[in-house]
């Protein structure tokens, strides 16, 4: 009789857990769809969080929020599921990195000093490298629109502040010596970009922190801009 007291306990906490959450799923790209559950508001995130790969069923963001702010160790991995980075919330720490997934990244610190220059971090994304690239992709295909250019290089720069906060910027690169303006643009704002801001010696420095995609059709859509042959400018 106490056992099936116990059983009975145990599925109205389940019960009323489940009712107090609830279940949302977003397309964030071709390729991508977020899912995660709310607070019985219908807004506060709360609980399990990740972004899945639809090509292959896999994951590349994991992680889970408590009273609408994440929380606990994020895991981030590359559209082949390799794990690229951990970090900590509450610690605010990063707890992994794997620097192969920064190998076609160019970072600017933002300093007179040379020494703060070479030492200080590198800004990171919290989110897999090549996935923030796909997150701009629909960007690129508004603002491309020049049909006699393509295999033109999109620069994508992230302005990172002392606090973290970013500002993004667009321009096409053609050849070696020109470049058109840069254009101030947005993200997809389902998924919101989270930035570690460059330190040296427990100090935050502004940076830049900057990739490159060819753009290998100017009649493309999202499904295009998944697929990029990243180059060091």
């Given at each position: 009789?106490?056992?099936?007291?116990?059983?009975?306990?145990?599925?109205?906490?389940?019960?009323?857990?489940?009712?107090?959450?609830?279940?949302?799923?977003?397309?964030?790209?071709?390729?991508?769809?977020?899912?995660?559950?709310?607070?019985?508001?219908?807004?506060?995130?709360?609980?399990?969080?990740?972004?899945?790969?639809?090509?292959?069923?896999?994951?590349?963001?994991?992680?889970?929020?408590?009273?609408?702010?994440?929380?606990?160790?994020?895991?981030?991995?590359?559209?082949?599921?390799?794990?690229?980075?951990?970090?900590?919330?509450?610690?605010?720490?990063?707890?992994?990195?794997?620097?192969?997934?920064?190998?076609?990244?160019?970072?600017?610190?933002?300093?007179?000093?040379?020494?703060?220059?070479?030492?200080?971090?590198?800004?990171?994304?919290?989110?897999?490298?090549?996935?923030?690239?796909?997150?701009?992709?629909?960007?690129?295909?508004?603002?491309?629109?020049?049909?006699?250019?393509?295999?033109?290089?999109?620069?994508?720069?992230?302005?990172?502040?002392?606090k973290g906060k970013?500002v993004y910027t667009?321009?096409?690169?053609?050849?070696?010596?020109?470049?058109?303006?840069?254009?101030?643009?947005?993200?997809?704002?389902?998924?919101?970009?989270?930035w570690v801001p460059?330190?040296?010696?427990?100090?935050?420095?502004?940076?830049?922190?900057?990739?490159?995609?060819?753009?290998?059709?100017?009649?493309?859509?999202?499904?295009?801009?998944?697929?990029?042959?990243?180059?060091?400018?």
């Amino acid at each position: 009789m106490k056992h099936q007291v116990l059983v009975a306990a145990m599925l109205a906490v389940c019960v009323s857990a489940s009712a107090q959450t609830q279940e949302k799923k977003v397309a964030l790209t071709k390729h991508a769809e977020l899912n995660y559950t709310v607070a019985n508001d219908g807004k506060t995130k709360e609980g399990l969080y990740s972004v899945k790969n639809t090509d292959n069923n896999g994951v590349l963001v994991r992680g889970s929020y408590k009273d609408g702010n994440r929380a606990g160790t994020w895991y981030f991995f590359d559209s082949k599921e390799q794990l690229t980075m951990r970090y900590n919330y509450d610690q605010k720490k990063v707890l992994y990195l794997d620097a192969k997934a920064l190998d076609n990244v160019k970072v600017n610190v933002l300093s007179d000093d040379a020494t703060i220059v070479k030492d200080a971090s590198v800004p990171l994304p919290l989110c897999p490298v090549d996935f923030y690239v796909t997150l701009i992709g629909k960007e690129i295909a508004t603002n491309y629109n020049d049909p006699t250019n393509e295999g033109v290089t999109a620069e994508i720069t992230a302005h990172i502040d002392e606090k973290g906060k970013a500002v993004y910027t667009l321009a096409y690169v053609y050849g070696k010596n020109k470049k058109s303006t840069p254009k101030v643009i947005g993200l997809n704002a389902a998924f919101p970009v989270e930035w570690v801001p460059s330190t040296y010696k427990d100090k935050t420095i502004p940076s830049e922190f900057t990739v490159y995609a060819k753009i290998e059709s100017a009649n493309s859509s999202d499904d295009n801009y998944r697929r990029f042959n990243w180059a060091n400018e």
